[in-house]
């Protein structure tokens, strides 16, 4: 298995992130639209390709992840592409949605400094799962010579992910409860905060 920054494999990279990310975000996207062929077109103009890893497997781009500092933001999405492609009030939904989880500051509950990178969208395709894909792509983050400790945030339901980030080598710093309407329609009770340190 190989990784990569995403900078390194072309034009067409933003497209590749946005169909990972509706194949493995799909069940939490379904809101916006069941069509994952609308999704990929409506999110792929957001995402930022320097932030992006990417896991080569058997030619193909078998998953991803985002390791960034604390003050980055690896979306930058325009609400007028969001409307274009799901509708007006689904797209303004959508801007709104992204703008207060992915663009808020702080991110995390806890004090972040520069030696501490945030990981996000960790992700396989689903015909790459179980073949340690987001093993290989953590572990060559944790090679990186710039961060000393990487911190994320995981759904309390993601049972396996919890797992997986337990086994190499996370520890849960800290939760923090949805409110009401959020735990209602998303089936998450928590996100939980896990750190690693080198």
Do not use: W
Not at 8 to 22: A, H, P, R, Y
Not at 67 to 92: E, M, Q, S, W, Y
Not at 157 to 186: H, P, Q
């Amino acid at each position: 298995m190989e990784i990569k920054r995403a900078t390194e494999l072309g034009d067409n990279i933003q497209e590749t992130i946005s169909e990972i990310f509706v194949d493995a975000y799909g069940k939490d996207l379904a809101f916006f639209s069941k069509d994952k062929e609308k999704l990929i077109k409506a999110f792929t103009h957001m995402f930022v390709p320097e932030y992006f890893y990417m896991a080569i497997l058997d030619n193909e781009i078998a998953g991803m992840i985002v390791c960034l500092d604390k003050d980055c933001f690896c979306i930058n999405h325009d609400r007028k592409t969001l409307v274009k492609h799901l509708g007006l009030c689904k797209g303004a939904f959508a801007n709104t949605v992204f703008r207060s989880y992915f663009n808020k500051y702080p991110k995390y509950p806890m004090e972040l400094d520069e030696k501490t990178a945030s990981v996000e969208f960790v992700s396989t395709r689903t015909k790459y799962k179980k073949r340690g894909v987001a093993t290989a792509i953590m572990n060559y983050l944790f090679a990186l010579p710039e961060y000393e400790n990487y911190v994320l945030e995981v759904a309390d339901t993601n049972v396996n992910a919890v797992e997986l980030y337990k086994k190499l080598g996370y520890k849960e710093e800290c939760r923090k409860k949805l409110g009401f309407i959020a735990r209602k329609y998303s089936g998450v009770n928590y996100f939980v905060y896990m750190k690693y340190s080198k």
